[in-house]
C-alpha cells in the first residue's frame, strides 16, 4: 500500500490556498471512519487520504519547513494501513479535565485491550509502540495508535456485506463495544489490498 512521500506534500503557499477545501473533503472521508465505543473512546480509523492531511497540517501549523518533513513522515507512516490491517487513533474523550484524570487514572494498559470480532475471530489490537502509553503510576494515556493485523480469511469475512463487526475493549474498567454501522464497514473494506 502507498506511503506518504515528499512529493505528496503541497509547498505551504499552495496548501494555504486548497486548505478549506481539502479540510471539506475530508470531512466526508472521516464521517465513516470513525466509531464511539462507550462513553469516552472513539475509534478513527486511519488511511492515506486522513495521514496526508495530518501531516500537511502540521507543517503548515508548525512551519518547520523542509526539514520538519522526514519527521512527520516518520510519525505518520506507520498509521496507514498495509493492506492487510486497519489501524486506528483511538481517543480518551473526557471535557472536564479533572475527572478526565480521574478516569485515565483507573485506565492504564487499555492500549493492549482493544479488539475487533469478524464473524466469531477476535483480532486483538497491536498498540503502536512508539512510546508507552500507560506511565509508571497506571495513567493511561488519552490517545492510542494501535494496529488490527488481519488474515485473508478474516479479510474475506469483513468485506461481506451486512457481516457483523463487534470493536471493543476488554479492559476490566472500560469493558465496552460497539457494533460497526454498515456504512464504517464498507468504508474500511477498501483498506485492504486487491
Known amino acids: 500500500m502507498r506511503k506518504i512521500t515528499a512529493a505528496d506534500i503541497l509547498p505551504l503557499t499552495e496548501y494555504a490556498k486548497v486548505r478549506a477545501e481539502r479540510r471539506r473533503a475530508l470531512t466526508q472521508i472521516k464521517r465513516n471512519r470513525r466509531l464511539e465505543?462507550?462513553?469516552?473512546?472513539?475509534?478513527?480509523f486511519e488511511s492515506f487520504d486522513t495521514m496526508l492531511h495530518q501531516v500537511?497540517?502540521?507543517?503548515?501549523?508548525?512551519?518547520?519547513?523542509?526539514?520538519?518533513?522526514?519527521d512527520e513522515l516518520a510519525a505518520y507512516n506507520p498509521l496507514i494501513p498495509d493492506g492487510r490491517e486497519l489501524t486506528a487513533t483511538v481517543m480518551i474523550e473526557i471535557?472536564?479535565?479533572?475527572?478526565?484524570t480521574r478516569v485515565l487514572a483507573t485506565l492504564g494498559g487499555i492500549e493492549h485491550t482493544m479488539y475487533l470480532r469478524v464473524g466469531g475471530e477476535t483480532i486483538k489490537g497491536l498498540a503502536e509502540e512508539d512510546q508507552d502509553r500507560?506511565?509508571?503510576?497506571g495513567k493511561a494515556s488519552s490517545v492510542h495508535f494501535v494496529h488490527f493485523p488481519f488474515s485473508p480469511s478474516?479479510?474475506?469475512?469483513?468485506?461481506q456485506p451486512g457481516k457483523e463487526v463487534v470493536v471493543?475493549?476488554?479492559?476490566?474498567?472500560?469493558?465496552h463495544m460497539a457494533v460497526m454501522p454498515d456504512a464504517?464497514?464498507?468504508?474500511?473494506?477498501g483498506d485492504f489490498e486487491g
Open 154 to 159: 478474516q479479510i474475506a469475512a469483513f468485506r
Open 95 to 100: 471535557d472536564e479535565p479533572v475527572r478526565r
Open 184 to 189: 464504517v464497514r464498507t468504508a474500511l473494506a
Open 37 to 44: 465505543v462507550g462513553p469516552f473512546a472513539t475509534f478513527y
Open 56 to 70: 500537511q497540517e502540521m507543517l503548515f501549523i508548525e512551519k518547520g519547513g523542509a526539514e520538519q518533513i522526514p
Open 168 to 175: 471493543g475493549f476488554s479492559h476490566p474498567n472500560y469493558g
Open 134 to 137: 500507560t506511565n509508571a503510576e
